[in-house]
């Protein structure tokens, strides 16, 4: 079961238009695996998919909206038809905003939530069962560092990425013997366009960049191509004996 095969992998990259996602298809690309960059904003994602099509790669955009489970599946119907089963999925889709927890709501909570955690486990459980099925796939998650050790700020975020190391996990445990691994990777502070909105603009903006900076031991914010390289071998052939594994990129801010 799980045999090494000649044929291209096919990859699903959500949150894949910008920054960390957009990375990670590039570097899927470079591999020779069929991207599919699904976002929120569909324009985007074909933009993103455009320029990965341009360094010789096979790429599709594909809009797509996590927290809504038909659109999840009418996504990856899209993905099917156009570049066939998919073989690696890549939860990467993410939101947060940096809030005391006494100044969030319901709301709030709700919204990072269905974004971080239920949307990994939308469009886990619309792909899983085809790659039970054919025996090889790869569930690759973006978690963070704030779901292994706090973050100020972050509280709600940092639930919700918890939820999905912990799903990953028992995952991991539910379908080992079937082909398919599962394993998260959590950035540390990364120089993204999230982490741009997270922060604001101005010298508020730029004194919260300097602070995480200085936090992390070597001593400079992840870049995107970081984290996309660490999702790149889990993703591989190679790491068919790794899962239910986390992996923090984040420059020796997190040492377990």
Do not use: H
């Not at 929120?40 to 933009?47: H, M, Q, R, S």
């Not at 366009?193 to 004194?207: D, F, I, Q, S, Y």
């Amino acid at each position: 079961m799980g045999e090494a095969r000649t044929a291209a992998r096919t990859a699903i990259v959500t949150g894949g238009a910008g920054g960390i996602g957009r990375a990670i298809g590039a570097a899927l690309g470079a591999q020779g695996v069929r991207v599919a960059l699904a976002d929120l904003d569909g324009d985007a994602a074909e933009a993103a998919a455009a320029a990965l099509r341009a360094t010789g790669a096979e790429a599709i955009g594909v809009a797509l909206d996590v927290t809504d489970g038909a659109a999840v599946a009418a996504g990856a119907g899209v993905v099917r038809e156009r570049l066939g089963g998919v073989d690696i999925v890549v939860n990467n889709a993410g939101w947060d905003e940096l809030r005391p927890f006494v100044e969030t709501g319901e709301a709030f909570w709700r919204r990072v939530v269905d974004v971080n955690y239920l949307g990994a486990l939308r469009v886990t459980g619309e792909l899983l069962p085809g790659m039970l099925a054919q025996g090889w796939g790869r569930v690759v998650s973006t978690g963070s560092d704030a779901a292994r050790v706090g973050s100020s700020l972050e509280s709600v975020y940092a639930g919700a990425k918890a939820g999905v190391i912990g799903f990953t996990k028992s995952l991991a445990r539910e379908i080992a013997t079937s082909g398919v691994t599962a394993n998260v990777v959590c950035p540390g502070p990364t120089d993204t366009p999230l982490l741009a909105g997270m922060t604001g603009e101005g010298e508020r903006g730029a004194k919260v960049v300097a602070a995480l900076t200085r936090a992390v031991p070597m001593k400079r914010l992840g870049q995107p191509a970081d984290v996309a390289a660490a999702v790149a071998f889990f993703a591989s052939e190679e790491a068919g004996f790794v899962t239910g594994q986390t992996l923090s990129v984040s420059g020796g801010l997190t040492m377990a």
